[in-house]
């Protein structure tokens, strides 16, 4: 197969936040500022202009707008618009394809625009929004470790899925871009509604993402080798690392599968599992960069990752082009995907909050296509309000208005709202009245889970194209999907971290300490406020973690370390001297329980805010302004109604932001009726 290569780059040291002087929109930690004096919710919801006659469009923009949502959320689809190579109709022909027509009606209802052009944007579309002919042509696609194409078994058709690494398949996507380009990025703010602009969409390598599904597409080898290159930086070390003497930086192969027996073998693994990190945001930068050569420079550009995101290679920390990286929710209301929502949204928030960015849910379900396990309006609302209740601060309906392939949107198709449209609106209501967007939940407690544990967890994955991104989004967790190999350090070490990290997690929910997860990686922006920091070093840690645990200490805050010492860096390689350690606190928890006990000792000597419920099965999360608590979530994710007894400090009246009830204090805590899988939005009065 031939192949057009390009030169390698290093990653970027700072995010590419659109701050020039040519910037036309800029982010804010509570929306989008801009450049009128004023700054936009995020409040958006999606609707498919060329799902709908033209004459409904209006119709179903404007019932958005009277739900309270501020932006309009579409795609632009590659394979609808593209007639043959380099000929598109953009509404020539068909009168649904007139795009620029569609943000106009927007931009005349009130409506800003989130712009998501692709080249991947799924929305249940065949091929994913590719055009055919790309999706089958040898050069753009990815590979097996056979050299055949990755297929991907996805209704109504299977079909071989592009290579991030292709130079083939990111030049046909420049060109797209351009021709998008030449007709809407004249009605970028403010001559028009378009205020921020996708980067591809759910870049998790088309959900086959196991270590060892792709990519070994000739393009994407000859980028391995270039990243062995930048980081051993000599053959030497490469040598030593992966324990070979013959191999060489021109002919180094990948590995094919998981065969480390020992810690010695694991940096081949590893090294592979981090450069798919690499592979991806490479490619979002090559993506970026062809966005702004065609036309819609002065946006921030955001991507969102799928369910499951943490399993898979997609790093923020390395997304250096993409200025807001979202999260998609699509959650069951049960206690497991409660806690889901928990983890991801707070490690989300938390560094988001670092980075003066405010926390999006780039796709929040509203309904679900039909041939996913359906998803109730019960389901749907609890999300949406769990996630906000952990920080989210800005979210897309997705979807707002309802179209083929999809149930349950709060709007018809045809632009009538439903009964859900209403309970929307009332919680938007409520946000905009309380300002949510604006408050801040205070979490003084981290529980750090380092990039290096989840690239091990991804090699030692143990169910082959049954990938880490499933099992995780079914609920389960590393104990349930990885090797059990104990890799001769006499326990399996994915399984030991994860068991060390849930043990301080289940304590914390029960005192109702609140906490936040924070990835290794965004370390420095995810540690503001803390007063806790507990990490564990089941895997490897990077000298550049421990270092940045170590000046953390220096400033008062606690370390927590555990179930030993490091004995790994980052590459899993045997340290070479011991860690200095002796800033941390090292607790093995030979007994579990043993966390309960720290978590106690910490809420008495740190002042800790808590907030306990009874049951232990409800939970409370508290956001505030300078003066105090303003808003109070109460979440009960079971599936039985629930009287719950709530302990809330300094707070004396509490009124029902959905409804007009209030609630006083009594005997030192507030007794409230929870119904099954719902959340009580309470303002403090």
Same mark, same amino acid.
């Given at each position: ?5 390009r ?7 700072t995010?590419?936040l659109?701050?020039?002087?040519g910037?036309?929109?800029?982010l ?17 919801? %999606? ?7 033209r004459a409904?469009w ?5 019932a ?11 795609y ?31 931009h ?7 712009l ?24 753009? /696609? ?12 996805i209704? !109504?058709?299977?079909? !071989?899925v ?7 398949f ?17 009605l970028?703010w ?6 921020l602009? /996708?980067?591809?969409?759910?870049g998790a ?10 990519d070994?597409h ?16 000599s053959? =030497?070390n ?12 021109g ?26 990190? /690499?592979?991806?945001?490479t490619?979002?930068e090559?993506?970026? &960069? ?8 002065g ?7 799928p ?8 790093n923020?920390? =390395? ?6 990286v ?6 069951h209301?049960?206690p ?14 938390c560094?988001? &909050?670092?980075?003066?960015r ?6 929040v ?12 309006p ?5 999300a ?11 979210f ?8 083929d ?12 709202p439903?009964?859900?449209a ?13 300002k ?15 990039r ?9 994955? %143990? ?6 991104a ?34 301080f &997690?289940? %304590? ?15 370390l ?18 990077k000298?550049?973690?421990? /270092?940045?645990?170590r000046?953390?200490a ?5 370390v ?21 350690v ?5 607790e093995p928890?030979?007994?579990l ?7 106690a ?22 956001h505030?302004d ?5 808003v109070?979530?109460?979440?009960? !994710? ?48």
């Amino acid at each position: 197969m031939p192949t057009r290569r390009r030169a390698p780059r290093p990653p970027a040291s700072t995010p590419a936040l659109a701050t020039e002087a040519g910037a036309r929109v800029h982010l804010h930690p509570h929306g989008l500022d801009l450049g009128d004096g004023e700054v936009l919710p995020l409040w958006a919801g %999606a609707m498919h202009y060329w799902r709908h006659p033209r004459a409904e469009w209006r119709a179903g923009l404007e019932a958005m707008h009277a739900m309270g949502l501020r932006l309009v959320d579409t795609y632009v689809p590659w394979g609808v618009h593209e007639r043959g190579p380099g000929e598109y109709d953009f509404g020539e022909n068909d009168s649904r394809l007139d795009v620029a027509a569609f943000l106009e009606t927007a931009h005349e209802v009130g409506l800003r625009c989130v712009l998501r052009p692709g080249p991947h944007i799924n929305a249940e579309l065949t091929f994913f929004g590719i055009p055919e002919r790309v999706v089958w042509d040898p050069e753009c /696609q990815a590979r097996t470790p056979g050299g055949h194409p990755v297929m991907l078994p996805i209704v !109504p058709v299977a079909f !071989p899925v592009p290579s991030y690494a292709s130079d083939a398949f990111l030049e046909e996507t420049t060109r797209w871009y351009r021709a998008v380009g030449k007709r809407l990025s004249h009605l970028r703010w403010p001559e028009g509604p378009i205020v921020l602009i /996708q980067v591809d969409n759910e870049g998790a390598l088309y959900f086959r993402d196991g270590a060892y599904d792709q990519d070994y597409h000739p393009d994407a080898i000859h980028a391995f080798r270039d990243f062995l290159r930048a980081k051993h930086r000599s053959l =030497r070390n490469l040598r030593e690392a992966w324990g070979d003497e013959s191999i060489t930086f021109g002919t180094v192969e990948p590995p094919r599968r998981f065969d480390a027996r020992e810690v010695k073998d694991l940096a081949r693994h590893v090294d592979w599992s981090e450069f798919h990190e /690499q592979l991806l945001s490479t490619a979002m930068e090559r993506m970026a &960069e062809a966005l702004v050569d065609a036309g819609f420079d002065g946006l921030p550009t955001t991507h969102n990752l799928p369910l499951g995101e943490s399993a898979t290679p997609l790093n923020p920390a =390395r997304m250096t082009a993409i200025d807001l990286v979202g999260l998609d929710y699509y959650h069951h209301v049960t206690p497991a995907e409660h806690a889901m929502i928990l983890r991801r949204t707070t490690e989300l928030a938390c560094r988001c &909050e670092g980075l003066e960015r405010p926390a999006f849910g780039a796709e929040v379900g509203a309904g679900f296509p039909p041939f996913f396990s359906p998803i109730d309006p019960r389901d749907s609302i609890y999300a949406l309000v769990c996630a906000m209740a952990y920080g989210l601060r800005g979210f897309n309906l997705y979807m707002a208005v309802e179209r083929d392939r999809w149930i349950g949107a709060p709007i018809d198709p045809h632009g009538r709202p439903r009964p859900l449209a209403d309970e929307y609106r009332k919680l938007l209501r409520a946000i905009e009245h309380t300002k949510l967007h604006t408050l801040h939940r205070r979490t003084q407690v981290r529980l750090v889970v380092p990039r290096a544990l989840r690239r091990l967890a991804r090699a030692m994955h %143990a169910f082959g194209p049954v990938t880490p991104a499933f099992f995780n989004i079914i609920g389960a967790g590393w104990r349930e999907a990885v090797l059990e190999r104990d890799l001769g350090m006499g326990e399996p070490p994915v399984v030991a971290a994860e068991a060390y990290l849930r043990a301080f &997690e289940r %304590a914390l929910v029960t005192r109702g300490v609140p906490f936040a997860y924070a990835g290794g990686e965004t370390l420095e922006h995810s540690l503001h406020g803390a007063s806790w920091i507990v990490c564990t070093s089941g895997g490897g840690l990077k000298p550049h973690l421990v /270092q940045s645990l170590r000046d953390a200490a220096r400033t008062g805050t606690i370390v927590t370390m555990g179930p030993r010492a490091p004995l790994l860096d980052g590459a899993m390689r045997p340290l070479k001297r011991p860690a200095d350690v002796t800033a941390f606190e090292i607790e093995p928890l030979d007994d579990l329980a043993q966390a309960d006990a720290l978590v106690a000792k910490r809420v008495d000597e740190l002042a800790l805010p808590a907030y306990p419920v009874d049951p232990v099965d409800v939970h409370v999360a508290v956001h505030e302004d300078d003066a105090g608590p303003r808003v109070v979530f109460v979440m009960n !994710p079971t599936s039985a109604d629930v009287a719950a007894r709530v302990s809330l400090p300094g707070v004396e009246e509490l009124s029902d932001l959905l409804g007009d009830q209030r609630v006083v204090r009594s005997a030192g805590a507030f007794e409230l009726n929870v119904p099954a899988r719902t959340v009580r939005l309470l303002g403090v009065t």
